[in-house]
């Protein structure tokens, strides 16, 4: 193992994460442009074995790496501030380092302060590489349970059902969180920068708690107030887009407000690339109120995953594609577009919070607490 290339031994690290990453020359190209080989071995040295955003200590980093303390501490400082590891308090109280994981900081780290710098456009091509609709698929399709759900659009959810599942709605996430940040949004500046075009809003990733902590700290987002985030939300409604949130009802970290244009979920089931149920939660499906609709195509128009056509002045949505967003619900001018459970999915419910969430996924991947995924 020692004489194996110290950024393949990096990958195969990452590879064995809960949210790992698919190994790949790509992947491995990535870790070459962001890491000396120095910092790679201080990387490969952080335990791999926690759920995502859960930092590690000094002293327990420090048991795989040669570096004396002081040193070591200096470079995983480095490493944060450039936005490459994950930082926050440690158990103890102390300040520990956590590494990203896929959907956890990674792509996304490169792109959130919203610079279009020569390294930023670097990167953006090499995780366009990376990332191909087979690398995402295998980064979500191992485990049943998905670490992201999609909540609807308030309005379009019946009151009753706001009243019993609270934590299907953006106002209460919003809510629960003590601290708020918004960033720029990695798909939307990715996809800028490899050439591609979208008039979609861009600063509207929304960061809570633990995560808002962090990205505040090392300067890729801006701090705002509960009120504020609800006014993004809105605003992500009114241009069409799909919130989507951590799959647990409580302690949730973040939300991204997709497209179909960029957007590495939306875009991937819209064209049809990555079934809709391997990559996100989706515990609600579009139903029509015939006697109400009068087939203007408002809702086919707007639907973000294209799973809506008017056939003979009739709606017909395809419930194998339609992610239950509600976006449809946001243009219909009689009010016949609404979401319901689906069927299929009337039992279930997210995780509790985020730790058994991310706890589950890397159960049904395989692996433990404290044992590798991968050997």
């Not at 193992?1 to 949210?19: C, F, K, N, Q, T």
């Not at 955003?53 to 002293?59: S, T």
Request: charged share 25%; hydrophobic share 35%.
């Amino acid at each position: 193992m020692e004489d194996m290339d110290i950024y393949v031994r990096l990958a195969r690290h990452l590879s064995a994460l809960g949210m790992g990453y698919p190994i790949r020359e790509e992947l491995i190209e990535i870790l070459k442009e962001t890491f000396t080989e120095e910092e790679a071995g201080v990387v490969l040295a952080i335990p791999n074995t926690v759920v995502p955003l859960q930092p590690v200590g000094l002293e327990e980093i420090g048991k795989s790496c040669s570096l004396d303390r002081n040193t070591l501490a200096a470079r995983l400082e480095s490493l944060s501030r450039r936005g490459l590891l994950f930082s926050g308090p440690a158990p103890g109280g102390e300040k520990g380092y956590a590494l990203h994981q896929v959907g956890y900081g990674f792509p996304q780290t490169f792109f959130w302060a919203g610079e279009k710098s020569d390294r930023a456009h670097k990167m953006a091509g090499l995780i366009r590489r990376y990332f191909t609709a087979q690398v995402t698929e295998e980064s979500y399709s191992p485990s049943p349970t998905k670490p992201y759900r999609y909540i609807p659009v308030r309005r379009t959810l019946e009151v009753k059902m706001q009243a019993v599942f609270p934590f299907h709605l953006m106002e209460t996430v919003v809510a629960r969180a003590k601290t708020l940040a918004v960033a720029h949004c990695p798909c939307r500046m990715a996809y800028g920068m490899n050439g591609g075009k979208c008039t979609h809003p861009i600063e509207v990733c929304l960061k809570f708690d633990n995560m808002a902590d962090y990205v505040l700290e090392q300067g890729l987002a801006r701090q705002v107030s509960a009120k504020e985030a609800l006014e993004i939300v809105r605003m992500t409604e009114e241009a069409g887009l799909v919130h989507f949130v951590d799959n647990a009802e409580k302690e949730i970290q973040h939300n991204c407000n997709c497209c179909g244009c960029a957007c590495w979920n939306v875009g991937n089931i819209r064209r049809r690339r990555i079934p809709r149920d391997t990559l996100m939660a989706t515990y609600f499906i579009r139903e029509t109120d015939k006697d109400a609709c009068t087939g203007c195509g408002e809702c086919a128009g707007i639907c973000p995953v294209a799973a809506v056509k008017v056939i003979e002045e009739k709606v017909v949505v395809d419930t194998d594609w339609c992610i239950g967003c509600g976006v449809c619900g946001t243009v219909c001018p009689t009010g016949a577009a609404h979401v319901v459970l689906r069927p299929d999915r009337s039992g279930q419910l997210p995780s509790p919070d985020f730790e058994q969430l991310h706890k589950k996924i890397r159960r049904e991947k395989g692996g433990k607490p404290g044992i590798p995924i991968f050997r």
